[in-house]
């Protein structure tokens, strides 16, 4: 028998009475051969003799007294070392407290149809949204004003080198392949909110945000209110269409300001809208 | 419990009857007094050559037709109690209108108005709400609404001056006029119109024509963002120049190139000349689409 054979049976040596034998008498006897044999081993099973004796001889002690408990206690405190819980003050009963139970989930299906039901309910009756008119700052020009005040006039060369105002008489339309490269510049961007060029811009500004109606409109339709309220409607919507028109070609205009033909478009429109005061002053008179 | 069921059936349908009835009783008579309100006059004047006559009425139609002479007649229907017809003549002019009283609105403010004038008479006729109509008359004529239907039909040598918000105007064989016509949003329908000056004007509206562009005559037609179509006949005689700033231009038959200051631009613009150019046509948009076919 080796030692590690010795150390491996050593449990069983030790577990069992000193007057027991070994289950295996051959393995007792090469246990107890090897142990003569061997120094370490022999100091290993003497060791582990006198501790298993001493512990089978071992009298139970007596428990210390509390004082001694709390003595401990209060030193470790002093230390910081344990603290005592702070008390949670004592809620009102409202209704008799049951049991406690473990948090079910199941109740998280009604409350949660109960916040979509009232999220639903808030989002359909939110108030309708108002819309914001922007102040734009194109000129609202009075409609007995037909020409354009926007327009600026045509520059012309003098053989002197100073610039000299051209007079409308001499106003000669663009070259074709500049009024196309404009229009076709206009007409071929793609229409994008995100993109600055709107296939149409002229179209764009007269269909975006309504700017605030002009003095004379507002009076015009404060007239109109006062004397046919019936109608005011019908007028009110005439006036927008008119004036969306006048921006439209306002816009052009600012672009292309050498068209000849597109000032006297806008030169039409505010006689639309003269048209639309004199046809209300008319009737309402 | 079956006797029962039917008795209760039976009770109950005769109060569904009771109820029916009673009903119908209630519109009956609100009909009744509705048609009893309505009321008819007839007023007449003589009138000597080149009379004016000038209608105004807030709400209703007016249909003009030739008659004597020398005698104008006008029957008014008015809808309700709440409306009277002011009528009042001064030498060779004649002026009816509508006056709305209290409690008046657009039905119980209706008056219907029915002329039989002079065909040479000058003719103003005046309704928001139309349907304004004259026809077969050779007198100067003003028609003007907000959103009346314009119908002028068979005249001839005379001014026709019209003027609407929304309301579409139609003219039909309108034979040497000078014709003046605006509307902001109204379209403008015109067959067989020929005069000396021929001018319409619509923003929003669309302007379609049938036609020759005849009389040597100075035609006209601006839009704003309405099409303008016209369609003529193979042997038209007139010089064509159309532009459009935004829209797109088109004549679907060959014109002969005209020399001409303006520049032309294919598919904005086209210049040209078809027949001996007796007349001049002008059709103009901003940014509606423009068309010259062919019958």
Not at chain 1, 132 to 137: A, Y
Not at chain 2, 54 to 75: L, M, R
């Amino acid at each position: 028998m080796t030692c590690s054979e010795v150390e491996r049976v050593l449990p069983e040596f030790l577990d069992r009475a000193p007057d027991d034998s070994f289950p295996d008498a051959v393995h007792q006897a090469e246990f107890e051969t090897h142990v003569k044999s061997c120094l370490a081993c022999a100091d290993l099973v003497a060791d582990l003799k006198l501790i298993s004796s001493a512990a089978r001889q071992m009298v139970e002690s007596e428990e210390p007294a509390p004082r001694v408990w709390v003595r401990i206690a209060a030193e470790l405190r002093a230390e910081g070392i344990i603290r005592d819980p702070v008390p949670t003050p004592a809620r009102p009963a409202l209704v008799p407290t049951a049991p406690r139970r473990r948090w079910s989930a199941v109740w998280l299906a009604p409350v949660a149809a109960a916040l979509l039901a009232a999220g639903a309910y808030v989002v359909s009756h939110k108030p309708a949204a108002q819309v914001v008119t922007q102040q734009v700052s194109p000129v609202q020009v009075s409609p007995v004003q037909v020409a354009p005040v926007q327009v600026a006039p045509l520059q012309e060369a003098t053989p002197g080198g100073a610039a000299s105002p051209v007079t409308g008489a001499n106003v000669v339309t663009p070259a074709p392949e500049t009024a196309h490269a404009q229009r076709s510049e206009a007409r071929n961007s793609s229409v994008r909110p995100n993109q600055t060029k709107p296939a149409n811009p002229e179209v764009a500004a007269a269909h975006a945000v309504a700017p605030s109606p002009s003095v004379e409109d507002q009076q015009f339709l404060s007239v109109v209110s006062t004397l046919a309220p019936s109608v005011r409607a019908t007028y009110e919507s005439q006036l927008q269409a008119v004036n969306a028109d006048i921006r439209e070609t306002q816009a052009y205009v600012n672009r292309n300001p050498r068209d000849a033909d597109a000032r006297q478009h806008l030169m039409d429109a505010y006689q639309e809208k003269a048209l639309l005061y004199q046809i209300a002053m008319d009737r309402i008179q | 419990m079956a006797s029962l069921l039917k008795a209760n059936l039976r009770q109950a349908d005769r109060q569904t009857a009771v109820v029916t009835l009673v009903l119908a009783t209630c519109l009956a008579s609100a009909a009744f007094a509705e048609t009893k309100a309505e009321t008819r006059k007839e007023y007449r004047f003589t009138v000597g050559r080149n009379a004016i006559i000038s209608v105004d009425t807030q709400f209703g139609a007016i249909s003009v037709k030739p008659g004597s002479a020398d005698e104008v007649v006008v029957v008014a229907t008015l809808k309700s109690n709440n409306v009277e017809v002011d009528q009042e003549q001064t030498g060779n002019r004649v002026e009816i209108a509508s006056h709305l009283l209290e409690g008046a609105d657009q039905q119980a403010g209706r008056v219907d108005y029915e002329l039989l004038i002079p065909p040479d008479a000058t003719l103003n006729l005046h309704s928001s709400s139309g349907p304004l109509l004259a026809e077969h008359l050779q007198g100067d004529l003003t028609l003007e609404g907000a959103d009346a239907v314009v119908n002028i039909r068979n005249v001839q040598n005379c001014h026709v001056h019209v003027r609407t918000m929304g309301g579409p105007i139609t003219l039909t064989d309108v034979a040497n006029g000078h014709i003046e016509v605006a509307s902001i949003s109204g379209d403008v329908r015109m067959k067989s119109v020929t005069g000396t000056l021929v001018q319409v004007v619509s923003g929003r509206g669309k302007i379609f024509y049938d036609g020759d562009f005849g009389s040597g005559g100075d035609y006209r037609f601006t839009t704003h963002t309405g099409d303008i179509e016209a369609i003529v006949p193979a042997d038209v005689s007139a010089d064509f120049r159309a532009h459009s700033v935004i829209g797109r231009v088109r004549h679907d038959f060959p014109l002969q190139p005209q020399h001409s200051r303006f520049p032309v631009e294919a598919g904005r613009s086209f210049l040209g000349t078809s027949g001996k150019a007796s007349s001049k046509v002008v059709l103009r948009s901003f940014s509606g689409k423009i068309r010259l076919k062919q019958r």
